[in-house]
């Protein structure tokens, strides 16, 4: 099994940053992609960004590219989503989601294998 926690979400001002943290712990080895996607209320979840664990492979929604940039840190077995230039449409509570082998670019959530609980970003406007 894989645990996955995130953290870094908040309240922030439109035009402002936040940059979410996702740690993985249990049979990370196990894992190859990671990924970060987020749900408004009232919307379905939608994919956002990613990556694999080596750094690579790296995609993002058309909403958020050029905005948001995904990076990992292997010796803290850590997933980043740094979010500049947020706009009230980003908030949602943003989910980690970790996938098994074999890599590659995945972006529906059902390629997935495990989730973590969510933190919750509100951009005001």
């Known amino acids: 099994q894989v645990q996955l926690v995130e953290s870094g979400g908040g309240l922030v001002q439109a035009g402002g940053s936040l940059r979410l943290s996702c740690a993985a712990s249990?049979?990370?080895?196990?894992?190859?992609?990671m990924g970060w996607f987020r749900q408004a209320p009232g919307k379905e979840r939608e994919f956002v960004a990613t990556?694999?664990?080596?750094?690579?492979?790296?995609y993002y929604s058309t909403s958020v590219k050029g905005r948001f940039t995904i990076s990992t840190d292997n010796a803290k077995n850590t997933v980043y989503l740094q979010m500049n230039r947020l706009k009230p449409e980003d908030t949602a509570v943003y989910y980690c989601?970790?996938?098994?082998?074999?890599?590659?670019?995945?972006?529906?959530?059902?390629?997935?294998?495990?989730w973590g609980q969510g933190t919750q970003v509100t951009v005001s406007s």
């Open positions: 989601a970790a996938r098994r082998a074999p890599g590659g670019i995945y972006y529906w959530e059902n390629d997935y294998d495990y």
């Open positions: 249990g049979r990370t080895f196990s894992t190859q992609v």
């Open positions: 990556i694999t664990w080596s750094g690579g492979n790296r």
